[in-house]
């Protein structure tokens, strides 16, 4: 500010106190100006346009002197003297006002311009001031803003129209993807319906079937028992004990006694003697014992009733047998490592019997019916 001061005076030749005195009666008006502006508006500070265009008034009005400029940086051909010129005019307000103000004489870099200009006439040519781009941001026009700060707002970028092509067609297989996956979802649904359907009619008929089978075997389960029942019935009919069997033997009726013609007595006692002589009884021998191998016997019988036979060999085979009383005769054999299915069967055919099965029941009969297995 001082080398500033300093050149106006040498350049002037005004005194330094008249220059002062301009100085502060420019900076009065501006103070009453900037006081009346902040009534109005209610805003301490007005924002500047930085991307508007300002010019410099040529005609003030006569009561006050004002040159209003946006911050620029000087250009070539200009000078800085306008510029620092006004620095000591912010800070000056304390300093003391002169009520006359007088012409002022500012000096100018430029060869061309003239040194000294009146209060009436142009301060300055008209000069439009560019200010200098931002490269990083664009801004909007201002407005005034509140608590002394500047917002600055980006104008909006315009999306391309191939990225929003790009985006659309990324939404629209997006979405045909989704519909692919439900109705994939909905054809396994009804797959799985089909499937179970499937499944639980082949459950039912199953079902039926099992109830159906369990029916028939319960049916065979009860002609079983009724078969066996009358089995039973018929053999208890059929068997007779040996006491029944001596009675029906007495009871026979007998051959009529012939007379007999009397003979000597040498003779009848030659006769009584031959039939008082004992009768040479055979021994009866039924021998068992076990064969080399599991469920083999060696079996022996000498002169052995029929009856005692089959009772002796059903035992080791494991069947009940119910013989018939008129089953009779002896039975002589030897059966070597053989079972004793084998040797009943022997036996039966040795004789010639009738044999018919009914569970674990043998009955055994004097002759074979053909009818009867």
């Given at each position: 500010?001082?080398?500033?001061?300093?050149?106006?005076?040498?350049?002037?030749?005004?005194?330094p106190?008249?220059?002062?005195?301009?100085?502060?009666?420019?900076?009065?008006?501006?103070?009453?100006?900037?006081?009346?502006?902040?009534?109005?508006?209610?805003?301490?500070?007005?924002?500047?346009?930085?991307?508007?265009?300002?010019?410099?008034?040529?005609?003030?009005?006569?009561?006050?002197?004002?040159?209003?400029?946006?911050?620029?940086e000087?250009?070539?051909?200009?000078?800085?003297?306008t510029?620092?010129?006004?620095?000591?005019?912010?800070?000056?307000?304390?300093?003391?006002?002169s009520?006359?103000?007088?012409?002022?004489?500012?000096?100018?870099a430029?060869?061309?311009?003239?040194?000294?200009?009146?209060?009436?006439?142009?301060?300055?040519?008209?000069?439009?001031?560019?200010?200098?781009?931002?490269?990083e941001?664009?801004?909007?026009?201002?407005?005034?803003?509140?608590?002394?700060?500047?917002?600055?707002?980006?104008?909006?970028?315009?999306i391309p129209?191939?990225?929003?092509?790009?985006?659309?067609?990324?939404?629209?297989?997006?979405?045909?993807k989704?519909?692919?996956?439900?109705?994939?979802?909905?054809?396994?649904?009804?797959?799985?319906?089909?499937?179970?359907?499937?499944?639980?009619?082949e459950v039912?008929?199953?079902?039926?079937?099992?109830?159906?089978?369990?029916?028939?075997?319960?049916?065979?389960?009860?002609?079983?028992?009724?078969?066996?029942e009358?089995?039973?019935?018929?053999?208890?009919?059929e068997?007779?004990?040996?006491?029944?069997?001596?009675?029906?033997?007495?009871?026979?009726?007998?051959?009529?006694?012939?007379?007999?013609?009397?003979?000597e007595?040498?003779?009848?006692?030659?006769?009584?003697?031959?039939?008082?002589?004992?009768?040479?009884?055979?021994?009866?021998?039924?021998?068992?014992?076990?064969?080399?191998?599991?469920?083999?016997?060696?079996?022996?019988?000498?002169?052995?009733e029929?009856?005692?036979?089959?009772?002796?060999?059903?035992?080791?085979?494991?069947?009940k047998?119910?013989?018939?009383?008129?089953?009779?005769g002896?039975?002589?054999?030897?059966?070597?490592?053989?079972?004793?299915?084998?040797?009943?069967a022997?036996?039966?055919?040795?004789?010639?019997?009738?044999?018919?099965?009914?569970?674990?029941?043998v009955?055994?009969?004097?002759?074979?019916?053909?009818?009867?297995?």
């Open positions: 500010m001082s080398l500033a001061f300093g050149l106006t005076v040498l350049l002037t030749g005004l005194k106190e008249e220059i002062r005195n301009a100085l502060n009666s420019q900076n009065k008006s501006r103070h009453e100006l900037k006081t009346s502006e902040e009534e109005l508006t209610d805003a301490p500070v007005i924002a500047q346009r930085p991307q508007e265009e300002f010019k410099f008034d040529p005609a003030p009005s006569p009561d006050r002197q004002k040159t209003t400029a946006a911050p620029f000087p250009l070539p051909g200009e000078s800085t003297l510029q620092s010129s006004q620095q000591p005019s912010q800070n000056s307000e304390t300093s003391s006002l009520p006359t103000p007088s012409p002022i004489r500012i000096a100018s430029d060869v061309n311009a003239s040194l000294g200009m009146s209060s009436n006439e142009p301060t300055e040519q008209i000069r439009e001031l560019t200010p200098i781009p931002d490269r941001f664009q801004y909007a026009a201002t407005r005034p803003i509140e608590h002394h700060r500047e917002i600055l707002v980006p104008e909006p970028v315009a129209k191939r990225a929003t092509r790009e985006s659309m067609d990324h939404e629209v297989h997006h979405l045909k989704e519909i692919l996956h439900f109705r994939l979802a909905e054809a396994r649904r009804e797959i799985e319906d089909l499937r179970r359907d499937e499944q639980r009619t039912e008929r199953v079902e039926s079937e099992l109830k159906k089978l369990r029916e028939d075997i319960a049916e065979l389960k009860k002609l079983r028992n009724e078969a066996n009358n089995l039973a019935t018929q053999v208890k009919a068997q007779v004990t040996d006491e029944t069997f001596t009675k029906q033997q007495d009871v026979t009726p007998t051959a009529p006694v012939e007379t007999i013609k009397p003979v007595m040498t003779e009848v006692v030659i006769e009584t003697q031959e039939l008082e002589q004992p009768l040479e009884e055979k021994s009866s021998t039924i021998e068992v014992t076990a064969g080399s191998k599991d469920d083999t016997y060696i079996f022996k019988f000498e002169n052995a029929v009856r005692d036979v089959l009772t002796t060999i059903s035992k080791y085979a494991g069947r047998v119910v013989i018939r009383p008129d089953v009779e002896t039975f002589t054999g030897h059966f070597e490592e053989t079972s004793a299915v084998q040797a009943f022997a036996v039966i055919k040795a004789n010639n019997f009738g044999v018919s099965f009914l569970g674990d029941y009955l055994v009969r004097s002759h074979r019916d053909p009818k009867i297995r």
